[in-house]
C-alpha cells in the first residue's frame, strides 16, 4: 500500500501520525497536570489548614496537661504554678485558634461525623480539666498543696487530732485523688481512620 503513495502522501501521512501521537501525548499530560493541580489545590487549601489547626488543638493539649501535672508538685513555688497557670491560659488560646481554623475547612460527611463526636469527647475533657482546676484552687485556698506531706509531717509531731489534719483528711483530698486518678474522658481514646 506504502509503495502505491507517492513520497509526497507518504510524507504528508507520516506527518499526521506524528502529529495525532503528539496530540494523544499532549492531552494525556494536559489532564494528569490538571489532575495534579487539583490534587496540589486540595492539599494546600484543605488538608494542611486542617492537619496545622488540629496539630495546634493537641500541642494546646499537651501543653494543658503538662501545666496540670506541674502545679501539684509540691517541690514547685508559688511563681512557677503561678507561670503553668499562665501557660494554661496561652494554651486554650492555642487551642481556640486551632479549632477555628480546623471548622473553617471544609470536610467531607464521614470526617464531619468524627468532628461532631470529637466535639463531644473535647467537651467532658474540658470539664475535666475545669474540675481538676477548682479542685487545685481549693487546695491552694486552703493552704494544703501537699496533702500527704502534711499529714506525714503532723503525724511526725504526734498532732494526729489537730485541725491541720481534719483539713489534710477533708473530703477535698477525696475529691483531688479521685479526679487526679481517675479515668480522663475517652477524648485520647478517638481514633481516626
Known amino acids: 500500500m506504502l509503495k502505491n503513495m507517492s513520497l509526497h502522501g507518504r510524507l504528508m501521512g507520516s506527518f499526521l501520525l506524528m502529529g495525532g501521537i503528539v496530540m494523544v501525548v499532549g492531552f494525556f499530560g494536559w489532564r494528569g497536570t490538571h489532575q495534579l493541580s487539583s490534587h496540589i489545590d486540595t492539599l494546600s487549601n484543605n488538608s494542611l489548614p486542617s492537619i496545622d ?3 495546634r488543638v493537641n ?3 499537651t501543653q494543658i496537661q503538662a501545666a496540670e501535672r ?3 508538685n509540691p517541690e514547685l513555688p508559688s511563681a512557677a504554678k503561678q507561670s503553668e497557670l499562665n501557660r494554661m491560659q496561652a494554651a486554650w488560646k492555642q487551642i481556640d ?3 477555628e481554623q480546623y471548622e473553617a475547612t471544609p470536610r467531607a460527611r464521614e470526617e464531619d461525623k468524627l468532628y461532631q463526636t470529637f466535639k463531644q469527647q473535647w467537651q467532658a475533657w474540658k470539664q475535666d480539666h475545669a474540675a481538676y482546676l477548682q479542685t487545685y484552687q481549693d487546695f491552694a485556698q486552703l493552704g494544703v498543696i501537699n496533702p500527704t506531706g502534711r499529714q ?3 503525724t511526725s509531731q504526734k498532732r494526729e487530732n489537730s485541725p491541720e489534719m481534719k483539713v489534710a483528711l477533708s473530703s477535698i483530698v477525696n475529691r ?6 481517675s479515668k480522663r474522658s475517652p477524648f485520647s481514646k478517638l481514633s481516626l481512620p
Not at 483531688?176 to 486518678?181: A, L, N
Request: negative net charge; glycine residues 14%; proline residues 0%.
Open 152 to 154: 506525714l509531717e503532723l
Open 70 to 72: 506541674a502545679i501539684i
Open 53 to 55: 489547626g488540629l496539630w
Open 176 to 181: 483531688f485523688h479521685s479526679i487526679s486518678t
Open 97 to 99: 485558634t486551632g479549632l
Open 59 to 61: 500541642e494546646g493539649q
